[in-house]
């Protein structure tokens, strides 16, 4: 019980964030990580693909039977239940926009001064993650980032944990926009674009450039809590 009074405790402690011009040089490094790194951020982008694709597939009633996660970066998220309407649309349209959600999210948690709960929501959420994974590799994967995150949430000053979470809005929020950039220049008859443009006869670019304005867009709008304070107010 101490133990999870403590946890509380530090989840609703808030702190002062980190200031405008440090949050602008954790950008640069997150900036830096998609264009060298891309191969691990993509995977985290597909966790949060996965997550999403998940979340509203339980939102819209279907069963959700589980979630992969693959070696080279790719994901899927099996459910049960009509295999076209509204719903279906739902479920296939949530993938690509989810990094930016938790992006977002993350965005104004850590601009708020709530980067310890933030980082214990996410410990929460791989948890749940995890129950629903039917692979090896997608499982380790997953309890690999909770066990970090949570090792870092316990013993990081405030300060660092200020760090750690403005990075990860970054990263997410920076990341998001490439794979629906990819996605333009993808075939692939079985991807999300694909798969709604059968059902809805909307063309396939009409989906993906959705993403790539929803992705921009929070972006922006993360960005802009991020590094409030950095230009001078009229």
């Given at each position: 019980?101490?133990?999870?009074?403590?946890?509380?405790?530090?989840?609703?402690?808030?702190?002062?964030?980190?200031?405008?011009?440090?949050?602008?040089?954790?950008?640069?490094?997150?900036?830096?990580?998609?264009?060298?790194?891309?191969?691990?951020?993509?995977?985290?982008?597909?966790?949060?693909?996965?997550?999403?694709?998940?979340?509203?597939?339980?939102?819209?009633?279907?069963?959700?039977?589980?979630?992969?996660?693959?070696?080279?970066?790719s994901?899927?998220?099996?459910?049960?239940?009509?295999?076209?309407?509204?719903?279906?649309?739902?479920?296939?349209?949530?993938?690509?926009?989810?990094?930016?959600?938790?992006?977002?999210?993350?965005?104004?948690?850590?601009?708020?001064?709530?980067?310890?709960?933030?980082?214990?929501?996410?410990?929460?959420?791989?948890?749940?993650?995890?129950i629903?994974?039917?692979?090896?590799?997608?499982?380790?994967?997953?309890?690999?980032?909770?066990?970090?995150?949570?090792?870092?949430?316990w013993?990081?000053?405030?300060?660092?944990?200020?760090?750690?979470?403005?990075?990860?809005?970054?990263?997410?929020?920076?990341?998001?926009?490439?794979?629906?950039?990819?996605?333009?220049?993808?075939?692939?008859?079985?991807?999300?674009a694909?798969?709604?443009?059968?059902?809805?006869h909307?063309?396939?670019?009409?989906?993906?450039?959705?993403?790539?304005?929803?992705?921009?867009?929070?972006?922006?709008?993360?960005?802009?809590?991020?590094?409030?304070?950095?230009?001078?107010?009229?």
């Amino acid at each position: 019980m101490e133990l999870l009074s403590e946890l509380w405790r530090r989840a609703l402690a808030a702190h002062s964030p980190p200031a405008p011009t440090v949050s602008a040089v954790i950008a640069a490094v997150a900036a830096a990580l998609v264009l060298l790194a891309w191969p691990p951020v993509r995977m985290l982008v597909t966790v949060c693909h996965e997550a999403g694709h998940a979340v509203v597939a339980l939102l819209v009633g279907r069963k959700l039977s589980g979630i992969r996660l693959h070696s080279d970066t790719s994901g899927v998220t099996l459910s049960r239940g009509r295999p076209t309407g509204p719903g279906m649309v739902a479920v296939l349209f949530a993938g690509y926009p989810a990094a930016s959600v938790v992006g977002l999210g993350a965005a104004w948690l850590a601009g708020a001064g709530y980067a310890v709960g933030l980082l214990w929501l996410l410990v929460l959420l791989l948890a749940l993650m995890l129950i629903k994974l039917r692979n090896l590799y997608g499982a380790l994967v997953v309890l690999a980032t909770g066990v970090l995150v949570g090792l870092v949430s316990w013993y990081a000053t405030p300060a660092m944990a200020g760090w750690l979470a403005t990075g990860l809005a970054w990263l997410l929020l920076l990341s998001a926009p490439r794979p629906a950039v990819e996605l333009v220049f993808s075939h692939s008859p079985g991807s999300d674009a694909a798969q709604l443009a059968g059902l809805t006869h909307v063309p396939r670019l009409v989906w993906t450039l959705l993403w790539l304005a929803f992705t921009v867009g929070a972006l922006l709008l993360g960005a802009t809590w991020l590094l409030a304070g950095l230009l001078p107010r009229p």
